[in-house]
């Protein structure tokens, strides 16, 4: 298994609180990305990064924030969380632009 | 981005049986991949396949390109292999993304 790990596993939170979710990898590995899992949608991209301090939007990256200032962390950041942001995230990591390996998710619950 | 339909949403089997998964997209890609999710939340990696034929055990994918198009056999099926599977595509051009669908629920019973 790639070596990801992602913390916290679970948190719970209050609305406009800030939270900053990490995702840590030993693979060196340039790409890393986020991901979030709602029923009835799949997973969709929050934000990617292709390698240190070069990040991008994906399709769903309104009210989160990214960063990656060393290779083997990627940290996604709700600035003010809200309710609709009650989801679970992913953390992928990938060595090309082909086959992406996920994290074990962080279950966020916004009250 | 790329439309993806997986069929069918859900599939309840007895243990033993054979069953196929499809999945169809709408664009070309360069990235295919099918995942089983456990019901613990993990997303296990089962193919890297965006064209051709690639077995694994009891598993089996194949990719037809052209016609947009992915399937996934499983074989002899067993309980362990309940959950959902998601298949997955990258478009050609643009952000290195995923596009998932919603899955395929599967319940294997004994």
């Known amino acids: 298994d790639a070596g990801i790990t992602q913390s916290p596993r679970h948190k719970v939170t209050e609305t406009g609180t800030p939270v900053t979710l990490r995702c840590h990898q030993t693979?060196?590995?340039?790409?890393m990305y986020w991901y979030r899992q709602d029923p009835g949608h799949g997973l969709r991209l929050i934000h990617y990064s292709y390698g240190v301090k070069d990040t991008d939007k994906g399709e769903v990256s309104d009210g989160y924030s990214v960063s990656r200032s060393k290779t083997e962390d990627f940290l996604l950041t709700l600035e003010s969380a809200t309710s609709s942001q009650t989801s679970v995230y992913f953390c992928?990591?990938?060595?090309?632009?082909?086959?992406?390996?996920f994290g074990p998710g962080t279950r966020l619950t916004v009250l | 981005g790329i439309q993806v339909e997986q069929s069918p949403p859900d599939l309840i089997l007895q243990e033993g049986a054979n069953s196929t998964l499809r999945c169809n997209f709408s664009d070309s890609v360069n990235n295919l991949q099918w995942f089983h999710q456990n019901p613990w939340g993990q997303l296990i990696n089962l193919f890297y396949?965006?064209?051709g034929t690639k077995q694994n055990g009891r598993l089996s994918a194949t990719t037809v390109a052209t016609e947009r198009y992915s399937l996934l056999y499983i074989s002899s099926s067993q309980t362990t292999d309940s959950g959902v599977y998601f298949c997955a595509v990258g478009p050609l051009t643009g952000a290195n993304n995923l596009f998932f669908g919603t899955g395929t629920r599967l319940t294997v019973i004994p």
């Open positions: 693979e060196n590995h340039r790409y």
């Open positions: 396949i965006p064209s």
């Open positions: 992928a990591i990938s060595e090309t632009i082909r086959e992406q390996f």
